[in-house]
């Protein structure tokens, strides 16, 4: 079957590869340098999103999502640039969403009127803890004092408001998260990310744990916690609508919706991937990822790309599920077809679906198929039986 | 080199228990008669497959060939014949023995007299050695001849009064050992102008000369060039090369009567040449084989299956190299739903079942499952029709058995009295009947009858743990008795697992169906699924244990950025999964498998 579907609206991912310093947990294409040569990084930006929307063509854009890195690292006229190009090359929605993430240091908090101004319409800052020590633990360059001033700040600034949390923390206890998630439900606006601290490769926490000096929780602890979240946030009106990102009704993130439901996405910036809608094939795009080198191919070529290739359906297949079986509004089957290019019970295991939905893991509300809170929480391990 | 008169000659073997100085004291027999020197010498002559020096056991019977200038001033031939000392390889022993005239009896004077060393020294009282105890590590502090000669002549009936007092590891007293060779064993006999007859006592397989096949000389004489036949077998060959070890391969022009040595006569495989056969001349033969012919018969039964199915081919031809060297190992192929294509291999028994497990893994780097040991049972169908179940996955429907016998055993154990109690209960719960109960001073001697189906299944392994490691087992096989057998199934989510059903006693099913269960539930990690483990019998479960579903997996991040990586993890995880031994949508891994199949636990 063809690939073929309607202009879908585009959303825009904008990288920005530099942090302050690199965070034990974290895995991202992030970078420390000593100097940042803001100008050049600006101008390769906004020659890529050139490129990339000459390519697309005019289409509708609903978001975008300033992520990094530390965006809020950048200054506010490039932001401002970036905004005033995307909306030139592409038709904006009228209530696009523009997002850039933050983080709670006071310098950066004293930035977030001019992020407002050059058009930012929700921050997302990363907070990942109330807890003074545990920020140490995590790494961070503010304290829980500065996390909640640059909350309050915010809250006054910008129309729509979330903020990351870490947890299953070494040694957490149920009692100390639930009293640490009720503070911040308490600060919260209309959005939460709330994330089981996992360990990646290559992380400063890696070889913690390797060597036994950082212990996570039991699986079982890890379930009881991830519930005892869904129950605080709930209780405070943010519904789980995907894995880890809790929101009340309508607040849910467009941009990050576009991921989960396998939307065009354009990324831009080093290491910046994309699906995008070209030509009658689904491309799958990726910047080259160390930033220097990334600017160097820009200013020559226009582009930082390096391999291109088209997804096949079998693929597409199986990345919608991985993605969409994330959301507790599940998936379309009408859009999967159209998205994937084959029928949605021709990418699962039957045997595996008929267990599922009668475990509970999988429920089909009016056709949909859906991941129960139970299933989420074991979404990896149902994929690897669920999908063919 | 074979001009020695026949009255001269001794040929001998060694008896011990492992550990007691066996190859210690031939190593110093071979270095005082100037057979090797010292620099040639290295540790343990005799057993040269990496795996005998290592576990102190010896698999091939060996012989060397020694001359010692005795107190009398005239010069014997000493042959010194080496043998497997274990039960496994009971029929072997019996063979070596038949090429001797005695035996040294070599008793660790601070351990005393062993199980094993028992069976071994009654084989040869049997075989009508003449037998000499020698006292061993005498040196030692806790030496107490006195008290060991006692018991062997309390437990053996032998005379120990004229014992020879040694230290094999000091070299203390050797050529009393020499000199009683020489008083006390008899000479052989043999009539040097009668139609040949030389036993085979062993052969294994030299890459450059083909089989060499070790021999005793009984009468007549075999020369190069000669062409010989096998009794037995039926076949002739033309003899290549006669020869002795010395305890270099020596080229010789003829053996004669009373001699050991050993030909070769291009023969590609060992399973050409049975070991107990009689070898005679063609134009000119015996009129009657030696004596005690038996064709080998495989014990206990497993499959061997390759951990990566692409092995199989690399299995195929490793046990077919293997057998090229031990015609008493068996296979045909197997295929299981299980485990994929493999083979059923059959063995004299454990030890040897480990050893060729070992051989292939260390030899040929294979990496195996093997499935938990059978005996052969007889099936008798209601129709009338008898045959043999090596592979409990065969069984006939019940309906379609009258009755089932299995092989038995007798077992001597001997332990000191303080774990004698935990023994006999032992021996009990695997359905034994005792025979005899004695003690000599604080060693108690139990003599037990039992299922060898009981054995096979983690006997040896409980009753090392329950005697602290002190006692000591040794068996013989002891014929066929109708037995009240059952299949136990083993389901994972109702679906039966070929390779693990067994054949136990209706008396012993729930204890081992309860036992396999509990075992797989600790092996088998939490899924997605909760997962059910019946051991059932027909179709009554016996045994449950449910795998509670695993708690959380999920990835708590995942965005635009992430998809790629996922669905390429999801991808391999898939490729993955193909490899995997999977049941009912339940994947065990290969280390819970091997450990279930193991039980020793």
């Known amino acids: ?388 | 080199m074979t001009d020695t008169p026949i009255e001269r000659i001794r040929n001998f073997s060694i008896i011990a228990h492992i550990d007691h100085g066996k190859s210690t004291l031939a190593d110093r027999l071979i270095q005082a008669t100037g057979a090797l020197t010292s620099r040639e010498m290295t540790e343990q002559v005799l057993d040269n497959m990496d795996l005998e020096k290592e576990r102190g056991i010896t698999i091939k019977a060996q012989t060397v060939r020694l001359a010692y200038k005795a107190h009398d001033g005239l010069v014997y031939t000493l042959n010194l014949m080496d043998t497997p000392g274990h039960v496994d390889f009971a029929y072997e022993v019996s063979r070596s023995l038949a090429a001797c005239e005695g035996s040294l009896l070599v008793v660790d004077a601070s351990q005393g007299v062993e199980a094993q060393t028992l069976a071994n020294v009654y084989q040869a009282i049997e075989a009508g050695h003449e037998i000499v105890p020698i006292l061993n590590k005498i040196d030692l502090p806790a030496a107490e001849p006195e008290r060991v000669k006692q018991q062997i002549e309390d437990v053996i009936g032998l005379d120990a009064s004229d014992a020879v007092m040694i230290s094999a590891k000091t070299g203390i007293n050797i050529e009393g050992v020499l000199e009683a060779l020489v008083t006390r064993l008899p000479p052989p006999k043999g009539d040097p102008d009668a139609p040949l007859k030389a036993l085979v006592v062993d052969s294994w397989y030299d890459q450059y000369l083909g089989v060499i096949i070790l021999i005793r000389v009984k009468d007549g004489r075999i020369r190069r060039g000669q062409k010989v036949r096998m009794m037995a077998q039926g076949s002739t060959h033309l003899v290549d090369q006669v020869g002795v070890f010395s305890p270099r391969m020596v080229a010789v022009d003829d053996l004669g009567p009373g001699e050991m040595g050993y030909i070769n006569a291009a023969i590609k495989t060992v399973a050409d040449v049975a070991v107990g056969d009689t070898i005679t001349d063609d134009r000119h033969p015996a009129a009657e084989p030696l004596p005690g012919f038996k064709p080998s018969i495989p014990v206990v039964w497993c499959g061997l299956f390759p951990v990566d199915a692409d092995d199989f081919e690399k299995l195929r031809d490793s046990l077919a190299k293997l057998r090229l060297n031990d015609a008493s190992f068996h296979y045909e192929a197997e295929s299981s739903a299980a485990l994929g294509f493999g083979y059923r291999c059959g063995f004299l028994g454990l030890l040897h079942l480990e050893i060729i497990q070992e051989r292939l893994s260390r030899e040929f780097d294979l990496d195996l499952i093997a499935t938990a040991p059978s005996v052969v049972y007889k099936i008798h169908r209601t129709s009338g029709v008898l045959e043999e179940l090596h592979n409990p996955a065969d069984m006939p429907d019940p309906s379609l058995i009258d009755h089932i016998e299995e092989p038995w055993i007798k077992a001597t154990i001997m332990v000191p009295d303080e774990y004698l109690g935990s023994i006999l209960t032992l021996c009990s719960e695997r359905r034994g009947v005792q025979i005899d109960l004695t003690y000599v001073g604080n060693r108690a001697m139990a003599v037990y009858r039992l299922p060898l189906n009981e054995v096979v299944f983690d006997f040896y392994d409980r009753l090392k743990s329950v005697s602290r490691g002190y006692a000591s087992f040794d068996y013989a096989i002891d014929g066929y008795e109708e037995g009240d057998l059952v299949r136990i199934s083993i389901l994972v989510n109702q679906d039966p697992v070929d390779a693990l059903s067994f054949i136990a006693h209706r008396s012993q099913a729930d204890r081992r169906g309860r036992a396999i269960c509990e075992k797989l539930k600790d092996l088998i990690p939490r899924q997605l699924f909760k997962i059910a483990i019946q051991a059932a019998i027909g179709g009554r479960v016996i045994a449950r244990e449910t795998i509670g579903a695993l708690s959380k997996d999920v990835t708590a991040k995942c965005y635009g950025g992430d998809i790629s990586r996922k669905r390429k993890l999801l991808d391999k995880q898939k490729e993955g999964k193909k490899r995997m031994r999977q049941f009912g949508k339940v994947e065990i891994p290969q280390s819970a498998f091997l450990a279930a199949l193991k039980m020793d636990a």
């Open chain 1, 1 to 388: 079957m063809a690939y073929r579907t309607p202009m879908e609206p585009l959303a825009l991912y904008i990288h920005w590869p530099f942090c302050l310093a690199k965070c034990p947990y974290c895995d991202f294409n992030s970078h420390v340098r000593e100097r940042i040569d803001q100008s050049r990084f600006a101008a390769a930006l906004r020659a890529e999103l050139a490129w990339e929307a000459a390519r697309l063509g005019r289409r509708p854009l609903a978001s975008i999502f300033f992520g990094g890195g530390t965006p809020s690292l950048m200054a506010p006229e490039t932001v401002a640039a970036l905004i005033a190009d995307a909306r030139a090359l592409f038709d904006a929605a009228e209530d696009i969403e523009i997002t850039l993430e933050a983080n709670p240091t006071s310098v950066e908090a004293a930035r977030l009127a001019e992020f407002r101004a050059a058009g930012v319409n929700r921050a997302s800052l990363g907070v990942q803890s109330l807890r003074d020590d545990q920020l140490r633990l995590l790494g961070r360059q503010h304290s829980a004092a500065q996390a909640m001033a640059a909350l309050e700040t915010a809250r006054r600034i910008f129309p729509r408001l979330s903020f990351d949390l870490i947890y299953a923390r070494p040694g957490q206890t149920l009692a100390d998260w639930r009293a640490e998630l009720a503070e911040a439900l308490a600060l919260a606006a209309d959005h939460l990310s709330l994330y089981q601290l996992t360990i990646e490769a290559g992380t400063g926490f890696e070889a913690l744990h390797r060597s036994g000096a950082l212990v996570l929780p039991d699986d079982d602890s890890a379930a009881a916690l991830y519930d005892a979240t869904a129950e605080e946030a709930a209780r405070a009106g943010l519904l789980a609508y995907e894995v880890s990102n809790y929101a009340a009704p309508g607040a849910e993130s467009r941009h990050n919706l576009a991921y989960w439901r396998y939307g065009d996405y354009a990324g831009i910036g080093p290491g910046a991937h994309g699906r995008v809608s070209l030509g009658g094939r689904l491309l799958a795009t990726r910047r080259h990822r160390a930033p220097e080198p990334w600017a160097e191919r820009v200013e020559r070529q226009g582009h930082g790309s390096t391999a291109e290739e088209a997804v096949a359906p079998a693929e597409r297949a199986r990345e919608m599920l991985l993605m969409g079986l994330r959301l507790a509004e599940g998936i379309d089957p009408a859009r999967f077809a159209a998205r994937a290019g084959i029928a949605l019970a021709d990418a699962l295991d039957p045997d595996t679906l008929a267990r599922a939905i009668e475990a509970g893991y999988l429920t089909r509300p009016d056709g949909r198929l859906a991941a129960t809170a139970e299933g989420r929480k074991r979404l990896d391990a149902l994929l690897g039986q669920l999908v063919l």
